[in-house]
Every structure is written in C-alpha cells, then in structure tokens.
C-alpha cells in the first residue's frame, strides 16, 4: 500500500492491527452471592480475630488482618503522608471494593451496629480529614469510615468467634467456602 507521494511504500500486512480481547467480566457482589466469593472466608477470619480482641471492627484493621494493607502504609497514611489510602492498598481497586461489599454484608448478618466516623490525621498540626478513595466518591469514602460494633452479649460473641474460625478453617481446608454440613 503507498502513503503520500514518491517512494514511500508501506505495507499493511507485515504489521497488522492488534486484535482486542475482552477483558475479564467485573464480578458483582451481592446479598445472593457474596458467601461465595472467594474473598469471603477471609473476611470472616479477619472479622473473627478482631472480634476476640474489641468489639469494634474496622473496614481498615480487617484489610491489615487480611494482608492487603501493611501497618506501615497505614500508619503513613494516618499521619498524612499518603493522599488516600487506596495509594496503599496492596491489590486492585475493585478488590477493594468487593472485600468492603463483603464486610458489610458479613457485619449485618452478625447484627453489628454501623457506626460512621471521621479519620483526621495524626501528629502535630492541622488535624485535616483523611481520604479513602482515590475517586473521593462519597459512598465510597463512608464505606471505608464505618465503623461496627458488637451489641451483644460476650457469650454470644465467643460462640459466633469459635463458629466462625471454626467453620471457615473447615472450609478452607477442604478447599471450599461457606458452611460445611457435617
């Protein structure tokens, strides 16, 4: 094929165009779906360890129990050097997004109590309020600052603590997720 004018030869089917492949359909976690996800049986460990040490449970100390948020990072975002804490995340966003659907799924089925708060930063100085989300999406930034907490009894808490470690450690040995029958 020739371009322009003279000797300026260039042949198309030595260099062909990139054939597009479709990317990977975005999975959608729902009330209907979310035990299945993969995510899920961590969660519920992560829930489950935190439980046993407070009754409060945060979005950000279930990613640090998970492994997807070094203390480090966290700590460099709680004192402001970190725009936002999903700079820090270690994984996608929209990981981020599916483990925090989960999270609220997970604490509303324990009957927790949602709390929102206000992170500002640490140290000295201006005490400005910290960002979660790279977007700033409202939604997004409360999903991450809501807090949960536990209303019931301590006995309650120790069984639903030795129910789901012990179920979710069942479930991953066997290589599934969610209650096993016995």
Not at 5 to 23: E, Q, V
Request: proline share 4%.
């Amino acid at each position: 094929m020739e371009f322009g004018s003279g000797n300026c030869h260039f042949d198309l089917t030595l260099y062909p165009l990139p054939i597009r492949i479709p990317a990977k359909k975005m999975k959608h976690t729902t009330v209907n779906t979310y035990r299945k996800d993969k995510y899920y049986p961590r969660v519920v460990r992560a829930v489950g360890k935190i439980l046993a040490r407070t009754d409060v449970v945060a979005p950000s100390d279930i990613l640090i129990e998970m492994g997807n948020l070094s203390k480090i990072n966290y700590e460099a975002w709680r004192t402001g050097q970190v725009p936002y804490l999903e700079r820090v995340f270690e994984g996608s966003l929209s990981k981020a997004n599916r483990i925090l659907r989960i999270i609220g799924f997970h604490v509303h089925d324990l009957n927790m109590v949602p709390r929102q708060t206000v992170y500002h930063q640490w140290g000295k100085g201006k005490k400005r309020i910290l960002r979660f989300s790279k977007s700033g999406d409202p939604n997004l930034e409360k999903a991450y600052s809501r807090h949960y907490i536990w209303n019931q009894s301590q006995e309650n808490k120790l069984k639903t603590i030795n129910q789901t470690t012990s179920e979710q450690g069942d479930a991953v040995d066997q290589g599934h997720s969610g209650t096993i029958e016995k």
